[in-house]
């Protein structure tokens, strides 16, 4: 049972560039996570979604930044025009259930976004 | 906003000793979680305890949770060096989210 797979694993964009960031949830999740962390600094929560709903965007800026999670395929975290400051590592996280009855998220590896 | 602040951000034992790390929350929850991150890695889950417990043990782990404090610690005894790693706390303040901690970044010299 393949875990959460995220890709790409590193990315580098320049200023201004598009950035999309692809999850695949773990076989039989249908909540998705996105957080993102900084060097040396703890996960931010981004968004929750579940298959076509955005359940919780709290986290996430009001522009450049949106997500999806589509009835097929990966979730997409998307950053349209990237800066420098959006330089991090974004982890998605799935779920069967919400986290407030089971508590526990499966992780990927993470995307490594570099602005240039 | 963070919910979580771990304490201490940074601790370095000796392997064979334990090692202590404290987390404090801000608001009522559901359960609380730990998490451990090698560098460069996804995070993996440790254990949960919920609410109504007080004490919770895996292997080498011990979790403990106070909410009148709002505080818990985890403990690993015998350290080895494999278990360098930061550490999060997390928690569900009421909500379908999970909101992390800041972290402990925890070096075991061999």
């Known amino acids: 049972n393949a875990g959460v797979m995220q890709n790409p694993r590193h990315l580098v964009r320049r200023r201004g560039q598009e950035a999309r960031l692809r999850c695949s949830p773990m076989?039989?999740?249908?909540?998705v996570y996105w957080y993102r962390q900084l060097p040396e600094e703890g996960l931010k929560f981004m968004v929750y979604l579940q298959k076509e709903n955005i359940i919780d965007e709290s986290g996430m800026p009001k522009e450049r930044f949106s997500a999806e999670f589509p009835k097929e395929g990966p979730s997409i975290l998307r950053i349209q025009q990237v800066v420098r400051g959006d330089s991090a590592a974004y982890f998605c996280?799935?779920?069967?259930?919400?986290?407030?009855?089971?508590?526990?998220?499966?992780f990927g590896e993470g995307s490594r976004l570099t602005v240039l | 906003s963070q919910q979580g602040e771990e304490d201490p951000q940074a601790l370095s034992i000796q392997e064979g000793e334990n090692a202590t790390m404290n987390c404090s929350y801000k608001t009522s929850i559901n359960n609380l979680q730990w998490y451990r991150q090698n560098s460069g890695r996804g995070l993996v889950h440790l254990i949960l305890i919920r609410s109504n417990e007080r004490e919770k043990h895996s292997g080498r782990l011990r979790v403990t949770l106070d909410t009148s404090k709002k505080s818990s610690s985890l403990l690993i005894t015998a350290s080895r060096a494999a278990d360098t790693a930061s550490y999060f706390c997390?928690?569900?303040?009421?909500?379908?989210?999970?909101?992390f901690g800041t972290g402990t970044r925890l070096q075991v010299f061999p």
């Open positions: 076989k039989g999740h249908s909540h």
């Open positions: 996280a799935s779920s069967p259930l919400l986290t407030g009855n089971t508590g526990e998220l499966f």
């Open positions: 997390a928690t569900t303040p009421n909500t379908d989210k999970l909101i």
